[in-house]
């Protein structure tokens, strides 16, 4: 059984519980970071020096952390072929994806979007720059949509590992109060998302508390 620290609106946790939930893999999940605390103890730290979110325990296995080698690490254990290709060339299209994915989409979106938006009042947020970023974001999302207009996942026909990294911050994306391109592709391809169980569960989590008080 899988033991997995880190709280639920931690979007890095949320691409792992998401995974999880695909995958039909028995898990156990403990709350850590933010308000929950946990991750600067010993033992936690033990585990995983940074003091992030999320660390995962395979059973009497490893004990990982950082997001993207704990989706790669599950994919490698226990993903059928659709999900994580056995094939040495098919594999790497589908992880050069997940990683512009993450690299082009979660670490600017997080960072340059996210952030301001729920840290800052308005009043002091660098409306340009906010602006520059989201433009920028636009013009990754459109190599996106170029894909997505061709069929309905990342890779094809079938969720994969790419639809992991990829899908995982378009909840909040879409629900933040910011301005968004005409992306019809992308618009559809996160319906798409929304109606899998496992990413409303998962990743359609609220981010409120993570706003300050």
């Avoid at 325990?57 to 059928?80: C, F, H, K, M, T």
Wanted: glycine share 6%; aromatic share 10%.
């Amino acid at each position: 059984m899988l033991t997995i620290w880190g709280r639920r609106d931690s979007s890095n946790v949320q691409a792992v519980m998401w995974a999880v939930a695909e995958l039909g893999l028995t898990h156990a999940r403990i709350d850590a970071g933010h308000r929950f605390g946990v991750t600067g103890t010993p033992e936690f730290l033990a585990m995983n020096p940074n003091g992030t979110v999320p660390v995962v325990q395979d059973g009497d296995g490893p004990v990982l952390w950082e997001s993207a080698a704990i989706l790669r690490y599950l994919a490698n254990s226990y993903a059928p072929d659709s999900f994580w290709p056995v094939e040495p060339g098919a594999r790497a299209d589908v992880d050069r994806w997940a990683e512009w994915a993450k690299i082009n989409i979660i670490l600017p979106f997080g960072g340059q979007v996210f952030m301001p938006m729920i840290f800052q009042k308005p009043e002091v947020r660098n409306t340009a720059a906010l602006e520059a970023s989201l433009k920028a974001l636009t013009a990754k999302f459109q190599m996106a949509e170029a894909r997505l207009a061709l069929h309905p996942y990342m890779m094809g026909n079938t969720l994969t590992l790419a639809d992991i990294h990829m899908g995982n911050i378009l909840y909040r994306y879409f629900t933040l109060d910011i301005a968004r391109a005409d992306l019809p592709a992308l618009q559809a391809y996160y319906d798409r998302l929304c109606a899998r169980p496992a990413y409303a569960e998962h990743v359609m989590v609220s981010y409120d508390a993570l706003r300050p008080a």
